[in-house]
C-alpha cells in the first residue's frame, strides 16, 4: 500500500487516495473480505460499485477543485484587501500632515495678519498727529 501511495502519479492519471488504495490491496489479496462492505466501501468487482465509485470520485475531484479555486481566490482578495489597507493607512497619514501644514499656515497667517494691524496701526498713529 505504502509503494502505491508514495508512487508518482503518471501525467494525466489523478492522485490516488489512501481509501482508494485500501480497497484495491483488500480486493486483490482478500477478495472475500467484508471489511470494504462493512465501512461502507463496495469492492470494485461490480459494475455498478465502479461507477458509483468513479462518480463518487468525479464529485470528490471537482469538489477538491472547486476548494482550490476558492482557495486562491480568498487568497487574491486578501491580498488585494491588504494593498487597500496599506493605501488607506498613507492616505491618512498624507492627510495628518496636510493638516498640519494647515494650521501652521493658518497660524503664520494669523500672526502676519497681526503684524500688518500693528504696522496700520503705527502708521495711522504716525499720519494723524
Given at each position: 500500500m505504502e ?14 487516495f ?31 460499485s465502479s ?9 470528490v ?11 486562491q ?16 493607512a498613507?492616505?491618512e497619514a ?14 503664520k ?5 497681526a503684524?500688518?494691524?500693528q504696522?496700520?496701526?503705527l502708521l495711522?498713529?504716525k499720519?494723524?498727529?
Amino acid at each position: 500500500m505504502e509503494e502505491k501511495m508514495a508512487a508518482p502519479v503518471q501525467e494525466g492519471e489523478e492522485r490516488k487516495f489512501s481509501v482508494s488504495v485500501v480497497a484495491e490491496v483488500l480486493t486483490k489479496h482478500r477478495p472475500s473480505s467484508k471489511f470494504l462492505k462493512n465501512v461502507g466501501q463496495q469492492p470494485n468487482s461490480t459494475g455498478k460499485s465502479s461507477k458509483s465509485n468513479a462518480a463518487v470520485n468525479a464529485r470528490v475531484l471537482d469538489l477538491q477543485e472547486q476548494l482550490e479555486m476558492s482557495r486562491q481566490i480568498s487568497e487574491v482578495m486578501r491580498e488585494e484587501m491588504d494593498a487597500m489597507m496599506r493605501k488607506a493607512a498613507e492616505a491618512e497619514a498624507a492627510q495628518v500632515e496636510r493638516d498640519k501644514s494647515y494650521e501652521l499656515l493658518l497660524k503664520k497667517a494669523e500672526e502676519n495678519d497681526a503684524k500688518y494691524a500693528q504696522l496700520m496701526a503705527l502708521l495711522g498713529a504716525k499720519t494723524g498727529n
